[in-house]
């Protein structure tokens, strides 16, 4: 039975919808940063892809007689964004978007996955994206349901409980708000998604 993490690690993939206190461990992601509006942008869109193709790669990597050591089967956990700037322009958002990757995932795993990709879909170039260890730490986080574009709300009742909670926001380079998409849009009409909205805060 393939390792889901959503459902081995709830705490970070199932928050209720009343916001809560986190603290993120250290994990694994193959990443790629951009700028742009993610609905109109051909570079975000490209870099979904390549994300998900590198992710599929490590998943597959068992095959082939090159099965990486540690390995063992996994459901390709759902996409990720860190965000920053305005979300009234969203042309001016700086991204990064990312996948998280089992621990067994070395950069000798990662660049076999490259390689992989590059064979499948060599119209796609991966040389933008990186592997890394990303620790997130001490967070506050909310489920949002709906469209993307009613967040809003959502994100005020989370701040609204990070600043009533004796914390404060926290954001710098490494920290922003971050969004763990658990719905695909492309077939989940806008009502039903499903979003983990978490934002790195720290104690007054």
């Given at each position: 039975?393939?390792?889901?993490?959503?459902?081995?690690?709830?705490?970070?993939?199932?928050?209720?919808?009343?916001?809560?206190?986190?603290d993120?461990?250290?994990?694994?992601?193959?990443?790629?940063?951009?700028?742009?509006?993610?609905n109109t942008?051909?570079?975000?869109?490209?870099?979904v892809?390549?994300?998900?193709?590198?992710s599929?790669?490590?998943?597959?990597s068992k095959?082939g007689?090159?099965?990486?050591?540690?390995?063992f089967d996994?459901?390709?956990?759902?996409?990720?964004?860190?965000?920053?700037?305005?979300?009234?322009?969203?042309?001016?958002?700086?991204?990064?978007?990312?996948?998280?990757?089992?621990?067994?995932?070395?950069?000798?795993?990662?660049?076999?996955?490259?390689?992989?990709?590059?064979?499948?879909?060599?119209?796609?170039d991966s040389?933008?994206?990186?592997?890394?260890?990303?620790?997130?730490?001490?967070?506050?986080q909310?489920?949002?349901?709906?469209?993307y574009?009613?967040?809003?709300?959502?994100?005020?009742?989370?701040?609204r409980?990070?600043?009533?909670?004796?914390?404060r926001?926290?954001?710098?380079?490494?920290?922003?708000?971050?969004?763990?998409?658990?719905?695909?849009?492309r077939?989940?009409?806008?009502?039903?998604?499903?979003?983990?909205?978490?934002?790195?805060?720290?104690?007054?």
């Amino acid at each position: 039975m393939p390792i889901d993490f959503k459902k081995t690690q709830k705490e970070l993939y199932q928050p209720k919808i009343a916001p809560s206190v986190i603290d993120v461990p250290t994990m694994t992601f193959i990443m790629i940063d951009g700028a742009g509006d993610p609905n109109t942008s051909e570079a975000y869109q490209n870099a979904v892809e390549i994300l998900y193709g590198l992710s599929y790669a490590v998943k597959m990597s068992k095959t082939g007689g090159r099965q990486p050591e540690g390995y063992f089967d996994f459901v390709v956990p759902p996409l990720e964004g860190l965000w920053s700037g305005d979300a009234r322009d969203k042309g001016g958002f700086a991204w990064t978007s990312m996948i998280r990757q089992p621990d067994f995932v070395t950069e000798s795993v990662f660049e076999q996955a490259r390689e992989t990709l590059a064979k499948k879909k060599p119209r796609l170039d991966s040389r933008a994206a990186r592997l890394e260890r990303f620790t997130e730490g001490l967070c506050a986080q909310v489920l949002h349901l709906g469209s993307y574009d009613d967040e809003p709300a959502t994100v005020a009742t989370l701040d609204r409980f990070i600043a009533e909670s004796a914390y404060r926001l926290d954001y710098s380079e490494g920290r922003r708000h971050h969004e763990i998409y658990l719905a695909d849009p492309r077939k989940t009409t806008p009502e039903k998604l499903k979003t983990v909205l978490r934002h790195p805060i720290a104690t007054i």
